[in-house]
């Protein structure tokens, strides 16, 4: 069987030109830009709790990767390093060596496209868990925060919610989908796009930002209370792919598309004055940017039906103590 | 049931002076001083492989931190900032909350020892899983590195070695220790004390280091691996408690104090020509510091016995997929 020093060896030891001194060491080396902070960001997804065990392990190492990257979306950083913490268990080290090999693709071929360097990490025997912190670089002073929020600013959303959360209410078999239908979900779950390049494009436009992890109104909020305001979002300027607005009329619909979770789309708040300026920088990207409500003086989130009627939602987003 | 965010805010949210913005985000800020390198390293502890599920939890919140702040220790770096996951089985959220206010009052009173930071973290369900990773600063070019070995180095070693792995084979039924050993056995190994302010008073003295946790020779190996140098070693300059002084006739005591694990000690090379300035340093920081042997060209590790004959063990550390 693979040793802990042959896994890592083998399949997690890859050049850093970014780094000063990269793994093998007690600790890697490395060395910010001048003018910069640096944004430090940690996830750990669990197997039975985050992913299905029997998850593809080249989108579980996309994804491990993915829901950091996003992380530093949020903040406006330009990620450079990682780090990668696995317990495995001791069964599929011995039997399934084409696992670990299909987690580090995944996990690279997303590193490799954002130029992120693997600098250490913890191989060890336990229960299949994945610990990845990210450290990215942000010009000083200037980093997206939740708290910059102010009553006047629009709200914005990137993308389309709801998809990763139809994916799977289909996989616990609550919702039948069309074929074509099915692997666009999929992907949204298994593989999806942190909005790297977004983020950054966001300083000096934005006040505030989040990335959409636990759900809309639950992410929305933390900015809210961060920022000590109130807001009031239209649930019909919410954008989302066809597969959400055909269940819209179902309870579950709405859940997916407010309070889905897994979105990895970014929300952020902008000045009245950056509107049309953010909508350039939409249609120069090709990333759909949408105004979905405005901040206000006060506390609390409301979303409107397009009655203008107040939308009321049993689960704001996920709690890992509190499932939804 | 406390939520995830009730966990966090109640028991890891604390002030972090030293970092630009703290827990709360989608990422932590931190500034690096100027001249410095940032030196980053993680660790993965998990129940049932690296200590006992019911393992007094002040204790491990302290052994969490201090593994990695051994690393920072090898590396000359002055720890700064750090994060914590952690997975936490559901029923003891529920039913053993003294669990997470022990667990946390260990971690921040060495935290705070250290004037450590705990910037960031994420909190789940699932089978106990704690991931600590460390950030430290070291000036430009000065880290001490496991590869800067040389021919004619003396080796040595802080401290004492074997305790806490003779506290373990006492846990596990293999050996008995008088009423005071193991109390002063079982604090090595639950409240390793990292040798951080050693490491950086070796800048500028020692040529490589290591923090000794898989054990000494597995530990020296990497040194001389990484240098391509070879190094001879004298059993009896290795400094031992009288615990495991008391079993070296037995092929466990040799191995407790060669290949046991879990020491936190820091082995390190030297010039001879520094010999006296680092007695002088053990006298004034009264640690023990000693010389047990030399780096030669070539390759591999020698032991030698009090009668110059080879000492030759069966396993010479832990690996986590091949258990010695």
Redesign the interface.
């Known amino acids: 069987?693979?040793?802990?020093?042959d896994?890592i060896q083998r399949y997690f030891t890859r050049p850093t030109p970014h780094a000063?001194?990269g793994v093998?060491?007690?600790?890697?080396?490395?060395?910010?830009a001048a003018g910069t902070?640096?944004?430090?960001?940690?996830?750990?997804l669990?197997?039975?709790?985050?992913f299905f065990p029997e998850t593809d392990p080249r989108s579980l190492g996309h994804k491990s990767l993915a829901v950091n990257l996003s992380?530093?979306a949020?903040?406006g950083?330009a990620p450079r390093?990682a780090?990668l913490?696995?317990?495995l268990p001791?069964q599929l080290?011995r039997e399934n060596e084409k696992w670990l090999q299909a987690f580090a693709d995944g996990f690279f071929e997303l590193a490799h496209a954002h130029q992120v360097g693997l600098?250490?990490?913890?191989?060890?025997?336990?229960?299949l868990?994945i610990?990845v912190?990210?450290?990215?670089e942000?010009a000083?002073g200037k980093?997206l925060?939740?708290?910059g929020a102010r009553p006047g600013d629009d709200i914005w959303m990137s993308g389309h919610l709801g998809d990763a959360a139809l994916a799977l209410a289909y996989q616990e078999g609550h919702i039948m989908l069309e074929a074509g239908e099915i692997e666009k979900c999929l992907a949204a779950l298994h593989t999806p796009a942190p909005r790297v390049a977004l983020g950054q494009q966001l300083i000096g436009l934005a006040h505030s930002?989040?990335?959409i992890s636990d759900g809309l109104l639950a992410d929305l909020e933390h900015i809210l209370k961060?920022s000590s305001v109130a807001a009031v979002i239209k649930m019909d300027q919410i954008n989302c792919s066809g597969s959400v607005k055909k269940y819209l009329q179902h309870p579950l619909g709405v859940k997916c598309l407010l309070a889905g979770g897994d979105d990895y789309e970014l929300c952020f708040t902008a000045p009245r004055a950056k509107h049309q300026e953010i909508e350039m920088l939409s249609r120069e990207q090709e990333i759909s940017l949408t105004c979905i409500g405005s901040v206000e003086k006060g506390e609390g989130l409301v979303v409107l039906d397009p009655a203008g009627r107040k939308v009321t939602l049993e689960t704001k987003g996920y709690?890992?103590?509190?499932a939804g």
Chains 1, 2 share one sequence.
């Open positions: 069987m693979l040793s802990e020093f896994i000063v001194l093998g060491d007690d600790a890697a080396l490395i060395e910010a902070e640096l944004a430090v960001s940690t996830d750990m669990v197997a039975g709790q985050h992380d530093m949020a903040m950083a390093w780090t913490s696995l317990a001791e080290v600098i250490g990490g913890d191989t060890t025997r336990g229960p868990n610990c912190t990210i450290i990215g942000v000083k980093a925060r939740r708290s930002a989040i990335d961060s709690d890992h103590f509190h």
